[in-house]
């Protein structure tokens, strides 16, 4: 492996590739440090070391799980509220979004199916629409940061995280993240452009692994035999997810032998690759988003004048807020379920890969084209995506399972979402740095 590094270095154009990466990776890093304008630096560490300590004694008093969330997507900068609080989330909620809006506007289905050109269109969309979801979740953040115990927990109730509260400072906090938000898309672009690919991705890589170490460092503090046993799981954990990640059906393809002129065209066979796990992170996301809403309604209810709740809300606090309840677990778990065969639904399009088929006289052996081969990819992404649901939904509880049994709370170094992520931004990546490789050389970086 080590060669194998050393003969990518070698390469001259690789090498200024993975440089440059790297340097922009860095730039993203030094940013989740430095702090917004009108923020108080050391009452912010004061409320991250209770957050800590709140974690070690598992209590429960650390933030919400969005919250949680959204700081790992950003590599913890959210709750540093730095220049890059926001982290990469305006643009996968973005992305997503622009992704569901297909199913519903037709303009950006017929973008979506004019190649490079609309695809460019969709790409400017999702680029003005991150910049209204930066101001949108800037602000809100913002206005958390004014009444810290929301963000940090009944610890940090008292603390004065901002130094002024007027509208300028607040304006110039607001507009100073959603800068950030836009230099980090920018970031993520130039990686994709001229780096080794998969930007947006790597971002999100790094802001994930940059976590690990804190992480594995608090579970050790526990005991050496639990960090052993945390470490154990993790590994088998992510060998099963490299596992099911490079699982997938493959459907054989036949194109039949027409003639052109004098040049005869078809004859090869191929395949349809149906992964098992086609819907990636998104569901995880999408679950975890739609169970916070609740408990974020119910905090805008105030109690009345004899100081009783809604019973609507005792319940929402009872069993929607902590993350170890077995009713949340099942909630969440079935919510995954769910999401993933309705992301699949609009993303894999068994009637137009049917069409595609027909078009250029492609058939499935045994089957016949149009409708019957419609049916046919509709009845395996069926079977294959209930699998793939199952994994999801048991990967994303493995945090919570480590909270109820462990009392590891957030700080489980091995998290669904976390694995989910790293190793699929990682088989990625190596597979660019692969095809480079082999465009130049006979061997790859992997043998």
Not at 139 to 147: F, G, I, K
Request: aromatic content about 10%; some cysteine.
């Amino acid at each position: 492996m080590f060669s194998a590094i050393i003969r990518a270095f070698r390469t001259a154009d690789l090498r200024n590739k993975l440089l440059f990466t790297l340097a922009i990776i860095a730039v993203y890093r030094l940013g989740s440090f430095i702090p917004s304008p009108n923020v108080d630096f050391a009452a912010v560490q004061q409320c991250l070391t209770s957050v800590n300590a709140a974690a070690s004694s598992a209590d429960g008093a650390g933030p919400s799980q969005l919250y949680q969330l959204v700081n790992l997507f950003s590599g913890g900068a959210l709750l540093q509220l730095s220049i890059f609080a926001l982290g990469i989330m305006p643009y996968i909620t973005a992305s997503i979004i622009t992704q569901l809006l297909r199913v519903v506007i037709p303009r950006f289905e017929t973008l979506h199916k004019e190649g490079q050109t609309g695809q460019a269109k969709l790409t400017q969309y999702t680029r003005y629409l991150t910049i209204a979801l930066a101001i949108l979740q800037s602000t809100t953040l913002v206005s958390v940061a004014r009444a810290p115990g929301q963000m940090f927990g009944s610890a940090c109730a008292n603390v004065a995280l901002l130094e002024e509260q007027n509208a300028f400072a607040i304006l110039l906090m607001v507009i100073t993240m959603t800068a950030g938000t836009g230099l980090i898309m920018w970031m993520g672009e130039l990686i994709t452009e001229r780096g080794i690919g998969n930007g947006m991705s790597l971002l999100i890589f790094t802001s994930i692994a940059s976590s690990f170490p804190s992480s594995i460092v608090q579970v050790w503090n526990k005991g050496e035999e639990l960090a052993l046993a945390v470490i154990g799981i993790g590994v088998v954990i992510v060998g099963l997810v490299i596992l099911v990640e490079q699982s997938q059906r493959r459907i054989p393809v036949q194109y039949a032998k027409r003639m052109v002129g004098r040049r005869e065209y078809g004859g090869q066979s191929t395949y349809i690759p149906i992964k098992v796990n086609m819907a990636g992170v998104v569901p995880v996301i999408f679950a975890s988003s739609l169970l916070y809403l609740p408990a974020l309604i119910a905090q805008f209810n105030q109690p009345d004048a004899k100081g009783q709740v809604a019973p609507w809300v005792t319940w929402v606090s009872q069993y929607l807020t902590q993350g170890d309840h077995p009713l949340y677990m099942l909630m969440y778990f079935l919510l995954i379920l769910g999401f993933t065969y309705f992301y699949v639904a609009i993303t894999f399009n068994p009637q137009e890969v049917s069409d595609n088929m027909k078009q250029y006289g492609g058939f499935i052996p045994g089957i016949r084209a149009g409708r019957p081969t419609t049916e046919f990819l509709e009845y395996v992404l069926s079977r294959i995506t209930l699998p793939g649901a199952i994994y999801l939904g048991l990967i994303a509880l493995i945090p919570l399972i480590a909270f109820s049994l462990l009392g590891t709370s957030q700080n489980f170094p091995f998290g669904g979402t976390s694995i989910l992520i790293i190793v699929g931004v990682g088989l990625e990546s190596v597979k660019q740095i692969n095809a480079q490789m082999q465009e130049r050389n006979y061997e790859g970086l992997l043998k």
